[in-house]
């Protein structure tokens, strides 16, 4: 199931899902959005969340927020655990950041290319 995550308490109903170091980091990235712009912002319109896929089916949902091909990944990180994940960023534009998590034996190659 692709997971659309833009607040701490989102995070929180992943905590059993996620290996303790993808958790961790979801959640980290997710505090600081939080604080910087209110856990009540419109995350759908205006940015600012996470996408954690769990199957390849996951990963192609994921072209309805980012375009693999077209919008260019700032930086990607494996996040080592049982499962290694990873986690990309992509701008989308100026206002409008999404996260990617997502097993490193399901990622996109062009994501895989960025390491």
Known sequence: M???VGTKREANAL???LPKPVFDK???DISALD????ETRDYHKYGGCSLVAETLEDVKKITAYIDFNRHPCE???IIK???DYLGALYLINNDYSVMA???VSIAPDSILQEL
């Open 2 to 4: 692709l997971y659309i």
């Open 15 to 17: 905590k059993q899902r």
């Open 26 to 28: 979801l959640l980290q």
């Open 35 to 38: 604080h910087e712009y209110g």
């Open 75 to 77: 930086w990607v990180e």
């Open 81 to 83: 655990s049982d499962i």
């Open 101 to 103: 998590y997502m097993p």
